[in-house]
């Protein structure tokens, strides 16, 4: 009589180490995405990397067909060690483009103070939305559409503040994505948790694109507003 029971008890269970398997290498995988990613900004500072000196327009061209190939990569090799490979490339490249911002940043008298503001900022969203997704009984999974259509008009405007460069609208598409993305840890760490992201290596690119925008945003705000000259 206590076989079926324990059969039953077995079978319930697999799902959920699998899941907390998948949510364990995600959290390892990002950490060690950090790596890559500070690598490439910091020689990026070093030699004074940019993509967007000649032309902005052309530079974020560039930079999407560059970040879509990887993520097109990416998706293709996921259930390899390639697809581990591939996206610590894809990292090393991110840092590459952050290096503008932070070379920017060290411009300031205070410069290393306010990335580590934001570093610190970032990862008290972080730890604060992925806990929620972990322990809240509420379904965020209806926010994946709301947020894909947000992500699309902030494109937009994003492309059209390359043209109009307004100070304003660059100030508010920043507080805008942080909110955006802060959503999307929401989003995307329960997907883990519930079972429908059950690749850690996709689970981990779309966790640090959150992660990446939210620091980048963050930074970008408060050197609107905390940069010393």
């Known amino acids: ?5 324990q059969h039953a008890y077995s079978t319930a269970a697999q799902p959920a180490v699998a899941r907390n398997r998948v949510l364990r290498n995600t959290y390892l995988l990002l950490a060690l995405s950090m790596v890559p990613t ?22 974020f061209i560039a930079f ?24 610590l490339g894809f990292t090393f490249v991110m ?23 934001a570093f610190g900022g970032t990862a008290a969203i972080f730890t604060v939305m992925a806990t929620i997704a972990t322990v809240s009984k509420r379904d965020f999974s209806g926010m994946g559409k709301w947020l894909f259509v947000g992500m699309l008009v902030a494109l937009v405007a994003m492309v059209a503040n390359i043209f109009l460069q307004l100070p304003a609208l660059q100030l508010a598409l920043s507080v805008i994505l942080i ?8 989003y995307d760490v329960q997907q883990v948790i519930n079972g429908g992201e059950t690749n850690y290596i996709t689970a981990t ?25």
């Open 1 to 5: 009589m206590n076989q079926p029971l």
């Open 38 to 59: 500070v690598l490439g900004a910091w020689l990026g500072v070093q030699f004074k990397f940019s993509l967007f000196a000649g032309s902005p327009f052309i530079g």
């Open 64 to 87: 999407m067909a560059i970040a879509f190939g990887f993520i097109w990569a990416i998706e293709k090799t996921k259930h390899s060690a390639m697809g581990v490979a591939v996206l």
């Open 95 to 117: 840092g590459l483009m952050l290096s503008r911002l932070i070379s920017h940043t060290l411009g300031y008298s205070n410069g290393a103070s306010l990335i580590m503001t």
């Open 179 to 186: 909110g955006i993305f802060s959503a999307y840890i929401l």
């Open 205 to 229: 690119l779309s966790i640090y694109l959150d992660v990446y925008n939210i620091f980048a945003n963050l930074l970008s705000i408060l050197g609107i507003f905390g940069g010393d000259d």
